[in-house]
Nanobody, 113 residues
Framework: QVQLVESGGGLVQPGGSLRLSCAAP????????MAWHRQVPGKQRESVAVVKSDGSTNYADSVKGRFTISRSKNTVFLQMNSLKPEDTAVYYCYVQRFSLGYWGQGTQVTVSS
């Protein structure tokens, strides 16, 4: 079982910023993609951003221009700027390696005044 360690969630006012991080084991090789998803109660988990092994990135339309995903070795980051109340969710890290996918435990992000 691969353990992903997430950090960086919390409470922030609208317009504020947060940075999430997720570390996969350093011994985990051949990672195809690292991504962030989010979920609010009663709704399906949705993809927020992904960075592939070739460095290419993709974002959900709702976060384009505000969120930036990046990767350093086996750690993936999500810089979230200009946060809105509708960004409130539990954010999950996801790592894809060959045909297997691994999820982090989730970190709560709350945007509220």
């Amino acid at each position: 079982q691969v353990q992903l360690v997430e950090s960086g969630g919390g409470l922030v006012q609208p317009g504020g910023s947060l940075r999430l991080s997720c570390a996969a084991p350093g011994s985990l090789a051949s990672i195809d993609a690292m991504a962030w998803h989010r979920q609010v109660p009663g709704k399906q988990r949705e993809s927020v951003a992904v960075v592939k092994s070739d460095g290419s990135t993709n974002y959900a339309d709702s976060v384009k221009g505000r969120f930036t995903i990046s990767r350093s070795k086996n750690t993936v980051f999500l810089q979230m700027n200009s946060l809105k109340p509708e960004d409130t969710a539990v954010y999950y890290c996801y790592v894809q390696r060959f045909s297997l996918g691994y999820w982090g435990q989730g970190t709560q992000v709350t945007v509220s005044s």
